[in-house]
């Protein structure tokens, strides 16, 4: 079955780059996601990428996905106080039925920042 | 603001009652997602609903159970609570294409539910 693990915690200083990992188990996997929750509120979609792309940039934030190693990774650039949160990765699988498309959690991985 | 709307934000309850929580989707989005996210399970898919008709199950107790309205929210039914029901609801919805494409799901800010 689908499966999705991170390490539990990360903690860095202000004006670090952060890299959060993941790695999946689910080949068929197209789309994969990173989401950022912060304390007391619902999950906020950061960045996703598609299977069959490398890597994916966007401002602060790079993408890489290794699909021979199902590793996924995050990485946040002069990370910021206000970047302290946890952040899930995600997998969704190919739409091979009509409509299926619940995404697969990982466990979450706590980024705390310090000043 | 996701644009998703989940009613209400806390319910505290007892053990063995029944209670229903209720999610409005985005305005344009068809589907609508359950997830239930917990200290020792963490974040896990419920069921997923397609324009009124349910299309996904995944790790979903008998003891709940969930529809989808013609106004497409949708209302999640747990009953004979046990304590380890005790967790964050949340609700999301998507356009859910059918075929291909990226489907963002956007979340409300959940149910907080705690069953004493």
């Known amino acids: 079955g689908e499966d999705v693990e991170q390490s539990l915690f990360l903690s860095v200083r202000e004006g670090d780059s952060s890299v959060i990992n993941c790695t999946y188990t689910d080949s068929s996997s197209t789309y994969l996601y990173w989401y950022k929750q912060e304390p007391g509120a619902g999950l906020q979609l950061l960045t996703y990428?598609?299977?069959?792309?490398d890597m994916k940039q966007d401002q602060r934030l790079t993408v890489l996905l290794n699909k021979k190693d199902k590793h996924l990774s995050l990485r946040i650039a002069d990370t910021q106080t206000g970047d302290s949160a946890i952040y899930f990765c995600a997998e969704s699988p190919a739409p091979v039925d009509t409509g299926r498309r619940a995404l697969t959690f990982g466990s979450g991985t706590r980024l705390q920042v310090q000043p | 603001d996701s644009g998703v709307t989940q009613t209400p934000k806390h319910l505290i309850t007892a053990t063995g009652q029944r209670v229903t929580l209720r999610c409005s989707p985005r305005?344009?989005?068809?589907?609508v997602y359950w997830y239930q996210q917990s200290l020792d399970q963490g974040l896990q898919f419920l069921i997923q609903?397609?324009?009124?008709?349910?299309?996904a199950k995944g790790n979903i107790l008998e003891r709940f159970s969930a529809q989808q309205f013609p106004d497409l929210h949708s209302e999640l039914n747990l009953s004979s609570l046990e304590l380890g029901d005790s967790a964050l609801y949340f609700c999301?919805?998507?356009?859910?294409?059918?075929?291909?494409?990226?489907?963002?799901?956007?979340f409300g800010p959940g149910t907080r539910l705690t069953v004493l």
């Open positions: 609903y397609y324009n009124g008709e349910e299309r």
């Open positions: 305005s344009g989005d068809l589907s």
């Open positions: 990428i598609f299977s069959n792309m």
């Open positions: 999301a919805s998507s356009v859910s294409l059918l075929s291909g494409g990226h489907n963002e799901q956007f």
